[in-house]
């Protein structure tokens, strides 16, 4: 049992931290301990099974699939006697962004805050044009995906699932829709389904741009999966398997909404003062989209885990 | 709203097994009133040991199917490195990602939301055909199919004989 490292029953984490990229299966068979004399004996398996079902449970009761806006000061507060680069790097960020929203960090979180955001910003700018084309791409995907060897009663439950949202966002902004978005999003089943129908896609969209992400794929990992199909089955489909930059690129081109990720970590040299760091921004701008299109969607990664961020004034 | 879709999603799988049946197995409900459970019948694959074999198993989906797996259980007698003494099935695409309690390679395929009874019966009729002795559910068989073929083929031979019995 390799591929169970110890990192995933550290119950040190943040509690908006449900694993981290380098839990990951990926970068996990090194860290088994096996052949090292001085490791203290592992668990048994049941163990941590047993310990990460427990684990997983109280992330559920203590963290919604999406929470509530609060305050940066609320996001720096967490960093205060710690990294100051965090700090720093905060308050800079404080110019641009008013609030965030944590989600629940269970391997979905980008999925999950990246459809959040995308629904709850063409319900705040009531963008009908965005609605339709978005129903349009989504509905199209339904023969890609079949084409792609998907059964189509794996997937139409969900697409009408995604599709009923963006009905509902068509309509007049009221904070009784704004209210339902949320809750939907925290409904096991509606939420699961759409992050299950994001999944497909984006596994979709890698096996059928084979040629392109089979390189990445290639430089992702110390023993790559032999095929594309064989990545998107590992680490695509599976429901909690984190999300790594081929994802986003993969989602971001199959919808084509453009999403900026602006990264919080402890890197740089603390300055103590001056101007302070800054926090690294990546676009992913489909090729489809006019370049320099404005992101709809904004998260905010830190190691292993992502939240949404509202930009000021959007 | 949580189980009418799982209940809906397997309702349509019924529906579509029942116009369009798949060789190699059949499948029902196990009583018509409960869609989460499913009694099948896995014709054993042609050219494998179990040839010729009929063995009933019963598949359980749980409420957050397909966001989690079933599991399956033979209640037909069954000897295989990859089934439990009491009938369970062991297969790697039957785990969640993480849920690996019996080392399973990292590269094998897990549970997804893409299975549905289809895949997982040829999933299973795929086992039957080629026992994964790397990571067995039963220790006793495993070393029988290693180290004894002849002694493992008279005790699968034995348990199809009973298969055609029982129909």
């Known amino acids: 049992m390799a591929d169970a490292p110890t990192d995933d029953v550290d119950t ?52 919604e699939y999406v929470g509530n806006e609060e305050p940066m000061s609320a996001l720096k507060e967490e960093y205060i006697n710690g990294n100051q680069n965090f700090v720093q790097k905060i308050a800079k960020l404080e110019a641009s962004y008013s609030t965030f929203r944590r989600t629940r960090g269970d391997g979905n979180c980008f999925f999950r805050g990246f459809i959040y955001s995308y629904l709850e910003s063409l319900l705040l700018a009531r963008d009908l044009t ?41 309509k007049p902004y009221t904070n009784f829709a704004h209210d339902k978005l949320l809750v939907d999003m925290r409904d096991d089943t509606i939420s699961n389904l759409i992050v299950m129908l994001l999944r497909l896609i984006t596994s979709c ?37 984190e999300s790594d930059h081929l994802h986003i690129v993969a989602i971001t081109d199959a919808l084509q909404i453009p999403v900026r990720v602006v990264y919080l970590d402890s890197s740089g040299l603390p300055t103590g003062g001056g101007s302070g760091l800054d926090a ?16 709809r969607v904004h998260l905010l990664y830190r190691p292993g885990h992502y939240d949404i961020l509202y930009a000021k004034g959007g | 709203m949580g189980d009418t879709l799982a209940a809906n999603l397997l309702r349509k799988q019924l529906k579509e097994l029942t116009k369009h049946p798949v060789d190699g197995f059949s499948a029902g409900l196990v009583d018509d009133s409960n869609v989460f459970e499913w009694q099948v019948t896995i014709i054993g694959p042609p050219e494998t040991l179990y040839e010729g074999g009929f063995f009933n198993a019963r598949l359980t989906f749980p409420k957050d199917y397909p966001n989690s797996p079933p599991t ?22 039957l ?36 026992p994964n002795d790397e990571s067995p559910a039963n220790v006793d068989a495993a070393k029988m199919w290693r180290e004894n073929r002849d002694e493992f083929k008279k005790r699968v031979a034995r348990i199809v004989r009973k298969s055609q019995e029982m129909l």
């Open chain 1, 12 to 63: 040190s984490r943040q509690p908006w931290d449900g694993g981290g990229q380098g839990t990951g299966p990926s970068n996990s068979a090194p860290t088994g301990g096996a052949g090292d004399p001085a490791a203290p004996e592992r668990p048994s398996d049941e163990d941590i099974l047993a310990q990460q079902n427990q684990i997983r449970a109280e992330q559920a009761r203590v963290s």
């Open chain 1, 280 to 295: 690294t921004v990546h676009d992913f701008v489909p090729d489809s989209c006019v370049p320099g299109t404005h992101p």
């Open chain 2, 95 to 130: 785990h969640n990602p993480g849920d690996d309690p019996n080392g399973y390679e990292t590269a094998a395929e897990r549970w997804s939301p893409v299975h549905t009874v289809e895949t997982i019966m040829i999933s299973i009729i795929s086992m039957l055909s080629s």
């Open chain 1, 205 to 241: 969209e890698v096996q059928r741009r084979e040629d392109h992400f089979f390189p990445f794929i290639l430089g992702m990992y110390d023993e790559p999966p032999a095929t594309v199909e064989l990545f998107c089955q590992r680490h695509v489909e599976p429901m909690g398997e």
């Open chain 1, 130 to 170: 965005e609605c339709d084309r978005i129903k349009s791409v989504i509905q199209e995907w339904k023969g890609k995906l079949v084409d792609g060897g998907f059964q189509a009663l794996v997937f139409e439950d969900a697409m009408d699932v995604l599709l009923e949202q963006v009905a509902e966002i068509s």
């Open chain 2, 72 to 93: 399956c259980r033979f209640t037909s007698e069954m000897w295989h490195p990859n089934v439990y003494d009491d009938g369970k099935v062991c297969i790697s695409i």
